[in-house]
């Protein structure tokens, strides 16, 4: 790459994919990827870095860090976050209902409507990816 490259610029890497500039050093870029959903270091001579559209380096954004892009992203997952993704119920299960049958005979069994059974599966689904969003950014912390 012959031209200097400015923040905000978008790149293509052979491996990581598709990334934006987020800030310059003198011998290397750091680029955001979202494949890596972070950050990564590359040298200003990689010659398999292809430039998608160019800022050049003395027209980018003087007031975007690494830690204003951070905080976007966070305030994004947040919202996204909290949001509830309604799929509907196959037709065959609707107005049903789960038994679930102890072992112990002296127990008596339990009955759940299954739209209840359902919605508590997707629940823990969903709060199973905000544990790994948020251990993931914690991850890229160190």
């Not at 009955?111 to 950014?137: A, G, S, Y």
Request: aromatic share 6%; hydrophobic share 35%; net charge negative.
């Amino acid at each position: 790459m012959s031209t200097q490259l400015g923040i905000g610029s978008r790149v293509e890497h052979g491996h990581f994919g598709k990334g934006v500039i987020v800030d310059t050093a003198s011998e290397f870029y750091i680029i955001w990827f979202k494949s890596q959903q972070g950050t990564k270091s590359i040298s200003r001579d990689y010659a398999d870095l292809k430039t998608i559209e160019e800022v050049p380096a003395g027209e980018s954004s003087a007031g975007i860090t690494i830690a204003d892009i951070e905080q976007a992203l966070g305030n994004i997952l947040d919202q996204r976050l909290h949001e509830m993704q309604m799929v509907p119920i196959g037709p065959k299960w609707k107005r049903g209902n789960l038994i679930l049958k102890p072992g112990d005979p002296a127990m008596q069994p339990k009955e759940v409507p299954i739209e209840t059974f359902f919605h508590k599966i997707v629940m823990v689904r969903d709060r199973l990816r905000v544990m790994e969003q948020k251990n993931q950014c914690t991850q890229g912390d160190d």
